[in-house]
């Protein structure tokens, strides 16, 4: 039997999604191609909530290229930015901005798990008056979700741009890039977008368009806003074009995949996922397990677990055996006290897989001598899921 993955990304995928991944691969110009990104772009805007004026890339690549897009499109050598660091991936955008010669000051979580507050952020802003303001909306490595709509309010009171790592958040996480007025907000194609790994998705605001045309210092040419924007903007006017072959199979998945979000209405999507992740975290309460993130500040797209007393990452290997894939931890503070199991996307409609999965974990924690209740999880699950 094939196992299930729970892990925070790749995700499972809907039969429409791996039926449209798996033809044979078409040109970059033929009609369904053209279509198909087209109507992607116009789709993402919804999926972001962003304004009609905003603008959204698709390039061949993963998450780390749409991360690396908005640094080198928005930032030169010398400008002062202040990165919200909650954990791993703002790591990871720390450095990328400091290869890029900004000046960073970070304002960090003071333990993995936890998350600055916004009055520290705000205090920062104010003080440093940076050009920009980066912060991953859900770090994937804690489990921790930031007030994504209080740092891009701030960002806009103070003029500052706002840019947000949606990775593990877009199309999960509620974030309304228009109201909020947040400036770039991107992510992959493999986590609540519903896509196998591939395609660097962004959205960028007229302010982030503008950011660009003021640089002195150009970007690499792959990941240049200026290359692509003609290419993006004769897709969405059904247009044939070319600067870098695109993915032209996981463009006619994305186009599957942002339509199932769309019919099922953005609002149902964000409130699907906090019922599950709900749902999920009474299951591993009922079984005596604790999250390691702050539980004012939880995800709803993943749980990071702690391993109960007397266990350790053994356990991953044991859940495995129910023929589940879960992640272990990924902070390097930490990351032999916890687990994460995913929660998202085309995952969050299939109550038999959340089910399993809680299954799977019940069975290890009792193989390991962790005394818990089946039926109560499956209980406290079922009364959040329906
Ligand atoms: N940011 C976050 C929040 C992530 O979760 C990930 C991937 N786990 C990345 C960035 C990097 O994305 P990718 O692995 O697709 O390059």
């Not at 194609?189 to 591939?198: M, T, V």
Request: aromatic share 6%; glycine share 8%; with cysteine.
């Amino acid at each position: 039997m094939r196992p299930l993955l729970m892990i925070p990304g790749p995700i499972e995928v809907s039969p429409a999604v791996v039926a449209a991944a798996s033809g044979p691969p078409p040109s970059h110009v033929s009609a369904q191609v053209i279509e198909a990104f087209g109507e992607s772009l116009e789709m993402m805007r919804e999926v972001f909530c962003a304004s009609p004026s905003s603008q959204p890339f698709v390039v061949a690549g993963s998450g780390t290229l749409a991360m690396e897009m908005a640094v080198v499109n928005l930032i030169e050598p010398g400008d002062s930015v202040v990165v919200v660091n909650t954990g791993y991936f703002s790591d990871r955008m720390a450095e990328m901005l400091r290869r890029r010669g900004a000046t960073i000051e970070e304002v960090r979580a003071p333990s993995p798990g936890a998350a600055p507050t916004v009055a520290e952020v705000g205090e920062v802003l104010r003080r440093v008056r940076p050009i920009a303001v980066f912060t991953t909306h859900v770090d994937t490595s804690t489990g921790v979700k930031i007030d994504a709509a209080a740092i891009a309010d701030l960002g806009k009171d103070l003029g500052i741009l706002s840019i947000f790592d949606g990775v593990c958040a877009t199309a999960g996480e509620e974030f309304l890039m228009d109201e909020w007025g947040a400036d770039i907000y991107l992510t992959a194609s493999q986590k609540a977008i519903g896509l196998p790994a591939g395609l660097a998705l962004l959205m960028a605001s007229e302010r982030a368009m503008m950011r660009r045309e003021e640089l002195k210092t150009p970007p690499p040419m792959s990941m240049d806003f200026h290359q692509w924007l003609p290419i993006m903007k004769a897709y969405e006017e059904r247009r044939p074009s070319y600067f870098a072959t695109p993915a032209t199979t996981l463009i006619m998945a994305l186009q599957v995949g942002l339509k199932e979000i769309l019919e099922q209405g953005m609002a149902n999507v964000f409130e699907r996922h906090q019922s599950v992740a709900d749902g999920m975290r009474a299951a591993w309460h009922s079984m005596g397990l604790e999250t390691l993130t702050d539980p004012h500040l939880v995800a709803n797209t993943l749980s990071a677990i702690r391993y109960p007393a007397g266990l350790d990452a053994t356990l991953v290997s044991e859940i495995a055996k129910s023929s589940v894939i879960v992640a272990p931890g990924l902070h390097p503070e930490c990351k032999t006290e916890y687990f994460r199991v995913g929660h998202m996307g085309y995952t969050t409609l299939r109550n038999d897989w959340l089910e399993t999965s809680v299954l799977a974990v019940s069975q290890a924690l009792s193989a390991k001598g962790h005394v818990n209740s089946l039926d109560k999880a499956l209980e406290a699950l079922r009364a959040h899921i329906g």
